[in-house]
């Protein structure tokens, strides 16, 4: 029997979460959202998604009301997704979810999470222990752990190689400065074959980079 896709005998509050954020690859491409991530070329190739599957999560995402569409360039027509208040409101459950995996499976510590003001590390639900308060999601600060690929080869995973706060929108640009570090200019490090060359032939100069 095929499993269904909704859970209409359970009247629970977490089966009907489930149903708008139980499907595989919804809760990352939520993630990504509040990492800053916006714009469908930069979830393709953070997540190594299916085309078909990311179009799908985002239109779900969009019909809930947890991403908002928003036109940024008119020509050709490009179009970002925006965390809305819904969505936002979805941080402390992944905080939380992350903390679990990574306590009973054993998970290396990818990123730091802190309280912007004062540095403390946040606890499991988004709380600065320090402040006694729950830090407002803009005023979390996220940054590289031990266990994160400091030389990965995709450009939005470059990106969140700097620390940034949560939702600050994510700047691709492969000529920007990562940590510090200036890039090699365009071209100059990344021949055929390389990933800004690979991502620019499939649309990503367009859509890719500031405007
Ligand atoms: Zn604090």
């Not at 990933?195 to 405007?211: M, T």
């Amino acid at each position: 029997m095929a499993l269904g896709k909704d859970y209409a005998t359970q009247e629970c509050s977490i089966a009907r979460a489930l149903e708008v954020v139980g499907e595989r690859w919804t809760l990352l491409v939520i993630r990504d959202a509040l990492y800053g991530v916006r714009r469908y070329n930069d979830f393709l190739v953070h997540l190594g998604i299916p085309r078909a599957v990311l179009a799908a999560r985002l239109q779900a995402l969009t019909a809930e009301g947890i991403l908002e569409k928003r036109r940024y360039q008119e020509s050709p027509p490009r179009d970002e997704y925006v965390l809305t208040d819904r969505g936002i409101a979805l941080w402390p459950t992944l905080r939380s979810l992350g903390l679990w995996g990574r306590e009973h499976f054993g998970e290396s510590r990818l990123r730091w999470f802190r309280h912007a003001d004062c540095g403390t590390e946040l606890g499991p639900y988004g709380e600065c222990p320090r402040c006694a308060m729950i830090v407002p999601v803009p005023d979390v600060e996220m940054a590289p752990g031990p266990g994160l690929d400091r030389d990965p080869a995709d450009p939005v995973s470059r990106a969140l190689l700097a620390p940034r706060r949560l939702l600050e929108p994510l700047d691709t640009d492969p000529r920007r400065p990562v940590d510090g570090h200036p890039q090699e200019p365009e071209g100059g490090g990344r021949g055929p074959g390389g990933v800004a060359d690979a991502a620019s032939g499939s649309g990503r100069s367009a859509e890719g980079r500031p405007v």
